[in-house]
T-cell receptor, first 113, second 109 residues
Framework: NAGVTQTPKFQVLKTGQSMTLQCAQD?????MSWYRQDPGMGLRLIHY???????DQGEVPNGYNVSRSTTEDFPLRLLSAAPSQTSVYFC????????????FGPGTRLLVL | GENVEQHPSTLSVQEGDSAVIKCTYS??????FPWYKQELGKRPQLIID?????GEKKDQRIAVTLNKTAKHFSLHITETQPEDSAVYFC????????FGSGTKLNVKP
């Protein structure tokens, strides 16, 4: 199993550009989530999904959209990038919500100029 | 996150000493309590977890204790080594998978 994969590893955007961060898992996990981690800071939940077709907001959802059309994929879209979105983005998944270990992807470093 | 508070934010210990990190949660229905370790530049990884039907769980030099009455759980690292230096996060997955703010542990050789 590849586990949780994320692409790209690093991206530079200009203010106002849009892009999609990809996340995929091959463990048949129902629960998937996106976090952002600013330098020296903790993990803040952006959006999450408890299964295909179901998504919900976390702590910091503004400026981001998600969709979950398949169990395997959970892309994160930045609609109009801002410098405040410069961060490391982690995707994570677990078998179910609430009572299971989350497995993290390697992260995507995003720089918005 | 909204539901979990973690202390201290930084902790510096001498190699061989013990380290304790504490998290407080708010929802009495929470029943699963994990601890993650994040080394510099890497992804968080689970190091130990506990479920609400037990009060303590050990794995070699690390242990987690749970006090459901007081709604807090703690990570204990004994005989600390330089490779234990990292940021440690607790989490309360019950409602949404929120993490604590993290504790940066520095083990001085």
């Amino acid at each position: 199993n590849a586990g949780v994969t994320q692409t790209p590893k690093f991206q530079v955007l200009k203010t106002g550009q849009s892009m999609t961060l990809q996340c995929a898992q091959d463990m048949n996990h129902e629960y998937m989530s996106w976090y952002r981690q600013d330098p020296g800071m903790g993990l803040r939940l952006i959006h999450y999904s408890v299964g295909a077709g179901i998504t919900d907001q976390g702590e910091v959802p503004n400026g981001y959209n998600v969709s979950r059309s398949t169990t395997e994929d959970f892309p994160l879209r930045l609609l109009s990038a801002a410098p405040s979105q410069t961060s490391v983005y982690f995707c994570a998944s677990s078998y179910r919500a609430g009572e299971e270990t989350q497995y993290f992807g390697p992260g995507t470093r995003l720089l918005v100029l | 996150g909204e539901n979990v508070e973690q202390h201290p934010s930084t902790l510096s210990v001498q190699e061989g000493d013990s380290a304790v990190i504490k998290c407080t949660y708010s929802d009495s229905a929470s029943n699963y309590f994990p601890w993650y370790k994040q080394e510099l530049g890497k992804r968080p990884q689970l190091i130990i977890d506990i479920r609400s039907n037990v009060g303590e769980k050990k794995d070699q030099r690390i242990a987690v204790t749970l006090n459901k009455t007081a709604k807090h759980f703690s990570l204990h690292i004994t005989e600390t080594q330089p490779e234990d230096s990292a940021v440690y996060f607790c989490a309360d997955p019950f409602n949404k998978f929120y993490f604590g703010s993290g504790t940066k542990l520095n083990v001085k050789p």
